[in-house]
């Protein structure tokens, strides 16, 4: 059984940083794509960015203040720096396979707020 665990979600000023961390336990080799999603309330759940063998893809409105890592084969980072209130929201972490099944974590919750 495969299980994504997020963590390192918070609260935050604007300008600040976080970084979030996503753990998978069980069929860990054969992950293809890891990447991370976020929802605000009201709005529909976008990609934020996201991370292959070869490649990353990023929201354009998180690019170049946000970073996505696969730090090893358990792990996928993503470092969030000068962030601003409309990136509060609740972000989730997912993994893709080869056969097309997506597996998500719980999400967890960043707020940018003064």
């Known amino acids: 059984q495969v299980q994504l665990v997020e963590s390192g979600g918070g609260s935050v000023q604007p300008g600040g940083s976080l970084r979030l961390s996503c753990v998978v336990s069980?069929?860990?080799?054969?992950?293809?794509?890891m990447g991370w999603f976020r929802q605000a309330p009201g709005k529909e759940r976008e990609l934020v960015a996201d991370i292959g063998s070869s490649s990353t893809n990023y929201a354009d409105s998180v690019e170049g203040r946000f970073t996505v890592s696969r730090d090893n084969a358990r792990r996928v980072s993503l470092q969030m720096n000068s962030l601003k209130s409309e990136d509060t929201a609740v972000y989730y972490c997912?993994?893709?396979?080869?056969?097309?099944?997506?597996?998500w974590g719980q999400g967890t919750q960043v707020t940018v707020s003064s």
């Open positions: 997912y993994g893709d396979y080869p056969s097309g099944r997506r597996y």
């Open positions: 069980g069929d860990i080799f054969r992950i293809v794509r």
